[in-house]
Each structure stands twice: as C-alpha cells, then as structure tokens.
C-alpha cells in the first residue's frame, strides 16, 4: 500500500494558492482514479482506491502546511507502511518555475516548512518527494503572501500542465519507476521549451 500525501492549507480562503498546489494533485488523482477522498483519518482528509493495481491512500492534511507531519506520521504508521518506499508527499517549490516538477528520492527540506515538519515527525528525510513548481517570489514581496497568493491567469495554463506532470509523475513512481520518472521530468527546461 502507498500514501500519496499532497501538502497545503485546510479552509476554502486557501483553494487556488501556490501552497495549495499539492492539493491540487491528489483532486486530480482522485478525479482521474475515481477515489472519494471525504474520509478523516489521523488529521487528515483520505480516499483509498486503486491505482494501476496498487492499493493507494491519498491524503490532504487538514493540519496547516507547517504541521504537516503531524498528519502524514500517525497515517504512516496507522497502515504501517515503509516511508522510504510507499510514501509520496507532493509538494509546492517557489526555486522552480511554475509548472516545472522536481522528483526526490530522499533530501532535505529545502525551506519548505511542511517538509521540515514531516522530517522533524519521522526522524529522517528517506521519504519521495515531488515537488511542483510554483515560481520564484517577485523582489520586495513577502514569502507568506506570495505562496498564499493566487495564479495569474497566464500561470493557471502552465500549473495545469505542472499538475498533470505531478499525475504521470506519481503513476511511475508507483510503478517502482521513481529512476525512469527523475529521467523523465528532472531536466532542466530549456529556453525554447520556454512560452
């Protein structure tokens, strides 16, 4: 079994923002695989379904993006799954440009603050990780706002591709094609790939 966590903020004043992007994933996840995820679980919102044969929960903490861990920790360990293996958490990356994804075996927090709590919870960073890129904080603005702000509409088009990206991403890495995914989506874009 997998759990396939997208990271944000509970509440409808945060749907559409950049933190939300991870949420965003598992809707379509859950769109695409036909999976209700209206269960509360371990402070979180849940579905279980099939993927491609393999049995998957997808969760959406309904703690805030700095807690996340402690909601994906107790779900972890409430399905008793092996973290390094079946977990994959989807996450925003304002060091990407938006809709650009990054795949991770294991790693640091990066700066993200959801991430470093669901290390500081698990006691280690061995944990996949796709990270959905959000664009890069304009000068002058503040980091809060900018990751609680909106999409332009001109972001709404390229997000979408990044989301479906994030889907493909995820099917793969279920697959135990996390190498065959990195290949796929981790190179670098290049100027005439570039709107």
């Known amino acids: 079994m997998f759990i396939i ?9 945060y749907d559409n923002t950049r933190h939300n992007i991870g949420f965003e994933v598992i809707d379509a996840l859950a ?16 579905g279980k379904g ?13 703690t805030f993006m700095n807690l996340s861990g402690e909601s994906i920790c107790p779900l972890a360990d409430y399905y008793k799954i092996d973290c390094e293996t079946e977990l994959i958490v989807i996450l925003d990356d304002i060091n990407l440009p938006p809709g650009q994804i990054r795949i991770r075996k294991k790693g640091s927090a990066g700066g993200h603050n959801g991430l470093k709590n669901i290390i500081q919870n698990l006691g280690n960073g061995d944990f996949q990780r796709i990270r959905v ?23 709404k088009t390229v997000m979408k591709e990044g989301v479906e990206k994030a889907v493909k991403a995820a099917e793969m890495m279920l697959k135990g094609d996390i190498d065959h995914a990195m ?3 981790n190179r670098k874009v290049a100027l005439e790939d570039t709107p």
């Open 5 to 13: 966590a997208g990271l944000g903020n509970p509440k409808k004043e």
């Open 31 to 46: 769109d695409k695989y036909h999976i209700s995820v209206m269960d509360i679980k371990n402070k979180a919102m849940t």
């Open 133 to 155: 890129g959000v664009g890069e904080k304009p000068r002058g603005y503040d980091l809060a706002d900018y990751v609680l702000g909106h999409f332009s509409k001109e972001e």
């Open 183 to 185: 290949n796929e989506f």
């Open 50 to 62: 099939m993927i491609d044969g393999r049995k998957v929960i997808l969760a959406k903490p309904l």
